[in-house]
């Protein structure tokens, strides 16, 4: 991947070559300076965004110490009343009250107090003169007053009271050189007192104060309440120092602050958030970007523009070698160049013509190479043809299939002898890629894949034995035999192969087969009833004696009566098997197979009908004459088709058909028959002897030796209930 990355980047023009790293170079040290410049700017800024904020967030508790002085100066000159302290040292309250009221409102007008409170000692409530329904009893024991009364000295303090968060001054009263009491001035911290800072400085202020464990929200001078103050800074344990964020995700435009609020005791009873305005500042940094990024981008194309100058000047005069090398290798060019100065250039333009001279020289010799080269190609290209010829020429006369076919299933080519074989024309065999694997090798996909594979690993090819049927349905056993061939990397590119028929020789050798079988049965089978005959015959003739020779009410009469009958009835046996392999001799002529086996059921009508049998006939007019003895094909068939009737239950039906098949005429005979097993299937025409008079039992053995001499087969089939005998001759008799 590398190599070939390098391989690209080698083959641009010389030009890009020079551009494409000053430019690079240029590209990268404006934007690196750009960045840096931002970077630095923005870095200042941000410090002294920090600074500006928490020099607000000292003011902001500078303001609210200044406030609790106030109170607490205004407190002390209250409890320095002489009037105020006899009334206070007194216990009235309700004569306090109406002389501190008069006061407490001009205060309350003018400077914005919101709490007039006086307490006896040790910290009972006594008078409260901006809240009389709330009542007198009520202890605060708050920190600031109890720390008055046992200090005497005044404290100034943002405190949680009653009445919620203010800024309080509370100051110790003395009567006649006694502490009585204390009185404390209240300021509200709400939302007029942060309007109030944000008037002065512009940043918005929220204050949380402390309710119990949380943190809830005491006032803000924002219209709308949007969360920046992080959970974890309103609760239990609020931070120690002010934390500051500038351009949250929450508020990307401000700069925030949030800081502890503590009371004279040093416990923060309150958590502010300061939220400085970040617009003007975005704004400012917006444009200086703008600015620093179209200076830089002026700063590449002027650069561009420079290195684009140089590499012409540089590349022009290469250019123009160039040119005229490709016009020099093209053959266009045959005048020299025109010399240059000693440079590199000049260099090049010499060699370039050197290089000149040398081809014309080249030229002039193949010249005289092509004459004769075009002489002797002429010759070999009719060699070739005439050659081309011969082999076409054999190959199209050869009586064999010859094919080729390459790896993704295409047929490439195949011999005339092919399509006259399989009856499919080359459009049909070159236009089906899958024709092979569905027409010749029977498999599906993946099989015929799994061939190819395999012929892949095998240098040496396959050769089977098929069976195929060709277009026209007719059964072909094919002997297939293929090569493969593979290109330089071994990979599998093309099939050849030859398939040779061999149908008519499979025939002839099942045909032999069962000719020499018989021939063997038969010759054994007469050796072995020849030998039984003369003892039985002589058995037979001593067991006659032997009885005749007894008297009537003899009890051996009986048992001598018995090997008589035996002896007969294994005689008869003999007998039959006897005439089973007699020999015979063909008397080959032309048969109607139709009109025989029609005969033959009219002669079993009467039987039929006695059985109430229902027959049905189907006979093809596709099945011709064919060539056999006839007589022989008549007993033959009507031994079957009486054992048949004879077999089958009443009221049943009988089927006799005819049917071409692979050019060969097919007769099948299906009925209904009770109480055969397999067994009895496999020896359906061996000879049964059960003691009943079986007229047909030594016919079946004979019918089956007639079909097998006629290069035929029979076999016996069961289809549910039903038994269907399956008889198959030749229309040409080959061998008798």
Not at 412 to 425: A, D, M
Request: glycine share 6%; hydrophobic share 40%.
């Amino acid at each position: 991947m590398l190599s070939d990355f390098i391989y690209r980047i080698q083959g641009i023009s010389l030009k890009w070559k020079l551009l494409i790293p000053f430019l690079m170079f240029s590209f990268l040290g404006t934007t690196m300076l750009v960045y840096i410049g931002l970077s630095s700017q923005q870095d200042l800024i941000k410090r002294e965004e920090r600074k500006e904020i928490l020099d607000f967030y000292h003011l902001f508790l500078t303001r609210i110490g200044h406030k609790g002085d106030q109170a607490l100066s205004m407190a002390t000159i209250v409890a320095q009343d002489p009037r105020v302290k006899g009334l206070l040292a007194n216990g009235d309250p309700e004569a306090l009250y109406v002389y501190v009221l008069p006061l407490y409102d001009l205060l309350k007008r003018d400077f914005g107090i919101s709490q007039f409170h006086f307490h006896t000692p040790p910290g009972k409530s006594f008078l409260r003169v901006h809240a009389r329904d709330i009542g007198e009893e009520m202890i605060s024991y708050r920190k600031t007053i109890m720390d008055v009364m046992k200090s005497g000295r005044g404290i100034a303090s943002l405190e949680l009271g009653l009445t919620g968060l203010g800024i309080r001054g509370v100051a110790p009263v003395y009567y006649r050189d006694k502490l009585v009491g204390s009185f404390e001035i209240g300021y509200p911290f709400g939302r007029p007192f942060l309007e109030d800072l944000k008037k002065s400085w512009g940043a918005d202020i929220t204050v949380y104060e402390k309710r119990s464990k949380s943190y809830t929200l005491l006032s803000t001078t924002i219209q709308e309440i949007k969360a920046s103050c992080p959970d974890r800074h309103l609760s239990e344990r609020p931070p120690e120092y002010p934390v500051i964020s500038i351009s949250p995700s929450s508020h990307p435009a401000s700069c925030i602050l949030v800081g502890p609020i503590r009371d004279y005791f040093g416990d923060v009873v309150a958590v502010v958030e300061m939220d400085a305005t970040r617009l003007a500042i975005v704004g400012r940094l917006s444009k200086t970007r703008n600015l620093m990024i179209l200076v830089g981008a002026a700063g590449i194309l002027i650069s561009f523009a420079l290195i684009w100058a140089v590499a012409i000047l540089f590349i022009r005069p290469i250019e123009d070698i160039v040119t005229k090398a490709g016009e020099i290798a093209e053959g266009k060019r045959e005048t020299r160049l025109e010399s240059g100065p000693d440079d590199e250039i000049g260099l090049l333009t010499q060699s370039l013509n050197t290089m000149l001279d040398s081809l014309k020289q080249r030229e002039r010799q193949i010249e005289d190479y092509a004459k004769t080269l075009e002489r002797r190609v002429q010759e070999r290209t009719a060699d070739l043809v005439s050659s081309e010829e011969k082999y076409r020429t054999l190959v199209d006369n050869l009586p064999l299939s010859v094919y080729r076919i390459l790896y993704d299933g295409t047929t490439e080519f195949i011999n005339p002898y092919f399509t006259e074989k399989l009856g499919y024309t080359i459009d049909e065999v070159v236009g089906n890629r899958r024709f092979w694997q569905e027409k010749i090798w029977g498999c599906n996909r993946e099989q015929a894949e799994e061939i190819l594979r395999s012929l892949k690993k095998d240098a040496e090819g396959f050769r089977v034995q098929r069976v195929v049927r060709n277009k026209a349905g007719r059964r072909l056993v094919l002997i297939d035999q293929a090569i493969p061939f593979k290109d330089d990397d071994g990979k599998l590119e093309w099939l050849e192969g030859i398939m040779v028929d061999i149908t008519e020789l499979k025939k002839l050798q099942e045909t032999a087969l069962r000719t020499e079988e018989i021939k063997v049965l038969g010759e054994i089978s007469a050796r072995f009833a020849h030998e039984m005959r003369n003892p039985l015959t002589t058995a037979g003739g001593f067991a006659r004696r032997l009885r005749d020779s007894l008297p009537e009410d003899d009890k051996h009469r009986k048992f001598a009566d018995i090997i008589v009958e035996e002896v007969a009835r294994l005689e008869h046996i003999l007998k039959i098997i006897l005439s089973s392999i007699e020999p015979f001799t063909l008397s080959v002529s032309d048969v109607d197979l139709n009109h025989l086996l029609h005969s033959l059921l009219q002669d079993l009508q009467d039987q039929i009908d006695a059985k109430e049998i229902d027959l049905i006939e189907s006979f093809s007019r596709s099945v011709t004459g064919i060539q056999g003895d006839e007589g022989l094909l008549e007993k033959a068939l009507g031994n079957l088709l009486k054992h048949s009737v004879l077999s089958m239950p009443e009221g049943e039906r009988l089927f006799v058909s005819t049917m071409m098949e692979d050019e060969n005429p097919v007769i099948t005979i299906r009925y209904r028959a009770e109480g055969l097993a397999e067994d009895d299937l496999e020896q359906f025409f061996f000879p049964r002897f059960t003691g009943k008079a079986e007229p047909t039992m030594h016919d079946l053995p004979r019918s089956k030796i007639i079909i097998h001499r006629h290069g035929g087969k029979i076999d016996v089939l069961r289809k549910e209930k039903d038994i269907v005998l399956r008889i198959e001759l030749p229309a040409v008799l080959t061998g008798r």
